[in-house]
């Protein structure tokens, strides 16, 4: 996890290290809005909170996390 180059959130990148696919999912959040984004955070499809997250094998899924109430990146 990282501040994102922007500084308007955090960046979480996940590497798949096992050669396999799956999925993953994330929980509904009052605080925190998650998006996909690309290597380079370059702006992403929000994910639907319960929704499966698609990954193959040795995929890296970067993800951008913002912080819904303001002044809280502590």
Known sequence: IKPAADGNAWILRLHETRGQSGSLRFTESDEWSISRTSLREEP??????????????????TLRLIRKSPGADS
């Not at 992403?44 to 899924?61: M, N, R, S, V």
């Open 44 to 61: 992403g499809t929000p994910l639907q909170p319960g929704a499966p997250l698609e990954y193959k094998p040795c995929d890296i899924l």
